[in-house]
């Protein structure tokens, strides 16, 4: 009987919903990812075709990807790393840390990293439970998931989970802006996603640009069903929702804009025993109007969050746990679109070869580039560290180079090929 009260309730908030945002402005395309011929560090191949386009530096000049990690504060935990760029070229990070997930005490900080020195500013607490509840006007019994973007007209803007009340699927989404650049932020305001109940709405993965400003944010539920829903938001504003899996166990979306009307969402798996362990996967053709459901990405998902990323070159990477159980080991994939396979081209972390107890748990990774040839990523170290690598345009230029082509790839669909 609960349960039946409980999706009353939503259907009706559905209904709601659909009356506020009717009137709404109408939806524009993507802003389409720049694709464009890369810069002095490439490295030159003959093993792919156009490789003659790419300009020539010796092997020296090419590092492994460098590791740091990001400033402790000293709490127990830490989780839910994300970053992006600055307009100096820098490249500023958020998560949440404090005695456990879900404790009052967690709370968002930030850090900068300057990509001249390689070195990371003292942190700072950017949002605590005590200025949420102040700023909200609500009671705040947690905080988690922290999610920057960049707005149109300069401004940061960062996403945040709060809860209220129960778990994290009584969750809802807040946000607060800065116009200088992280140093300082406003009062937070909460997203409203529906009119009457607004609960169970998370964030985790970045936000892609519409050509008219405006963000699409990829966001999912825990409450009565586990599914993508993608928000169309103008600043603070919900001005549409769209359904992205409903009920294919997936959350967590990660949206891959394609062209000016196509994209393609990963999600994190939740499916039952039984289900293939794989990433589900849905796509658009209508700039995330609608979303139908294609064939898994044949990658290993455990449950975890996956991260991506487009590069200049056209170049997708991944990163990802890729086994069906535990997050012991974590992976680098990339993959050339026009190929439709992706392959390994860093193994970050492995425990497989130690004992269930020895091993850490490796998860939520992150990935952004700060000039677009480039790849910086940071994930939760055993729920104790926030790691930070570093990927040179050189050193992916070389792995682009080496992918295998169509015949002799791996056996690793793109989406796409695969529907």
């Excluded at 600043?235 to 394609?258: E, H, W, Y």
């Excluded at 990339?334 to 992706?342: A, E, L, R, Y």
Aim: proline share 5%.
């Amino acid at each position: 009987m609960n349960r039946v009260i409980a999706l009353c309730f939503l259907l009706l908030a559905a209904v709601l919903g659909f009356i506020h945002i009717e009137g709404r402005p109408a939806w524009a395309p993507f802003t389409i990812p720049e694709v464009a011929q890369l810069e002095s560090e490439e490295v030159q191949s003959d093993s792919k075709p156009g490789a003659s386009k790419l300009k020539l530096v010796t092997q020296s000049a090419i590092t492994a990807p460098r590791a740091d990690w990001v400033p402790d504060t000293g709490v127990a935990s830490v989780h839910a790393a994300s970053l992006i760029v600055l307009k100096d070229g820098n490249v500023r990070a958020f998560w949440f840390a404090g005695s456990r997930e879900g404790a009052a005490d967690v709370v968002i900080n930030s850090a900068v990293f300057d990509t001249k020195t390689n070195a990371w500013s003292a942190p700072v607490v950017v949002m605590d439970r005590v200025a949420a509840e102040k700023g909200l006007a609500r009671y705040i019994a947690k905080l988690g998931n922290p999610v920057p973007a960049r707005l149109s007209d300069g401004r940061l803007q960062l996403f945040f989970v709060t809860v209220s009340i129960g778990g994290w699927a009584g969750s809802s989404i807040s946000t607060i802006f800065s116009d200088d650049e992280g140093s300082t932020w406003s009062r937070p305001q909460r997203l409203i996603t529906s009119p009457l109940i607004n609960l169970s709405t998370l964030v985790k993965s970045p936000a892609v640009q519409f050509s008219d400003g405006r963000l699409g944010l990829p966001a999912y539920h825990e409450w009565i069903g586990r599914f993508g829903e993608f928000l169309r938001l103008d600043a603070a504003q919900v001005i549409d929702k769209r359904r992205m899996s409903s009920g294919r166990s997936a959350i967590q979306p990660l949206v891959f804009v394609n062209a000016a009307e196509d994209a393609t969402a990963y999600f994190r798996q939740t499916r039952s025993a039984g289900q293939a362990k794989q990433i589900p996967v849905s796509h658009t053709q209508n700039a995330g109007q609608s979303w139908q459901s294609a064939s898994d990405l044949e990658v290993a998902n455990p449950n975890s969050a996956v991260a991506g990323l487009t590069l200049q070159s056209g170049a997708h990477l991944l990163a990802l746990n890729n086994i069906e159980v535990g997050r012991h080991r974590l992976v680098l994939l990339m993959s050339d679109p026009k190929v439709g396979q992706w392959q390994v081209i860093d193994v970050l972390e492995d425990d497989e070869a130690l004992p269930n107890e020895q091993r850490k748990e490796y998860s939520y990774p992150y990935l952004m580039s700060a000039n677009g040839n480039d790849a910086h990523l940071v994930y939760t170290w055993d729920r104790k560290k926030i790691r930070h690598v570093y990927f040179s345009s050189a050193w992916l230029t070389r792995a682009f180079s080496q992918l295998p082509q169509q015949s002799s790839a791996q056996s690793m669909p793109d989406s796409k090929e695969a529907q």
